[in-house]
């Protein structure tokens, strides 16, 4: 089963605009990851934000975390119609190898 | 090689036909993931491969799925006796170290499987 939900689960928005994307989990977690994936294609990794970190910046992303609430946001500052894609969180946690994927986001970008 | 490759992209299998999906990890990573992602949903995790070992295979959905990686590197899912319900997008990872502890994990593009 996943391992918990992504808000919204389809986001529409216009080019030059941000876009805010949410995942809540439901065990403690060792590091938390955000991974883009575009139709028919396999996943890339964004970004991964530890446990003991609280905000990480890559380019336009910016990734939260606050783990008394179990949740992360990703944001996407001015987005481009290439964002377009589907984004997901993924956890993995002591004792288990794998992530462990929420049920993603469906990000539209209209140009 | 510069990716993970999965072979086939696509397969289509009457029910009841055997299946073999292909994974090429990236040279040189320990550890390969199987992952079944099925339509509108969020990859789930089948099973875990460091090198040769299988070290978790609880993810696997029944008897009929198995998985092997005999000399670490290339890795082979097997589905016996294929039903509808095995219709699902396969997506194989791999990651450099052991697990995914901190380290990003790379896709291949997957199979596409649909049992008719």
């Known amino acids: 089963s996943q391992q918990g939900e992504e808000d919204p689960q389809a986001l529409s928005i216009q080019e030059g605009e941000n876009a805010t994307m949410n995942c809540s989990y439901k065990t403690s977690i060792n590091n938390l990851q955000w991974y883009r994936q575009n139709s028919g294609r396999g996943l890339v990794h964004l970004i991964l934000?530890?446990?003991?970190?609280r905000e990480k910046h890559s380019g336009r992303l910016r990734v939260t975390l606050d783990t008394s609430k179990k949740s992360s946001s990703l944001l996407i500052t001015a987005s481009r119609a290439a964002d377009t894609a589907s984004y997901f969180c993924?956890?993995?946690?002591?004792?288990?190898?794998?992530?462990?994927f929420g049920s993603g986001t469906r990000l539209q970008v209209q140009p | 090689g510069a990716g993970v490759s999965q072979s086939p992209r696509y397969k289509v299998a009457k029910r009841g036909q055997d299946v073999a999906l292909r994974c090429d990890p990236i040279s040189g990573h320990v550890s390969l993931f199987w992952y079944q992602q099925a339509l509108g949903q969020g990859p789930e995790f089948l099973t875990y491969f460091q090198n040769e070992a299988q070290l978790d295979k609880s993810g696997l959905p029944s008897d009929r799925f198995f998985a092997e990686r005999p000399e670490g590197s290339v890795s082979t899912l097997k589905i016996q006796r294929t039903q509808q319900e095995d219709s699902a997008v396969y997506l194989c990872?791999?990651?450099?170290?052991?697990?995914?502890?901190?380290?990003?994990?790379?896709f291949g593009q997957g199979t596409r499987l649909t049992v008719v």
């Open positions: 934000i530890r446990s003991n970190e």
């Open positions: 990872a791999s990651s450099q170290s052991g697990g995914t502890g901190g380290l990003e994990a790379f």
């Open positions: 993924a956890t993995d946690r002591t004792g288990r190898r794998a992530l462990t």
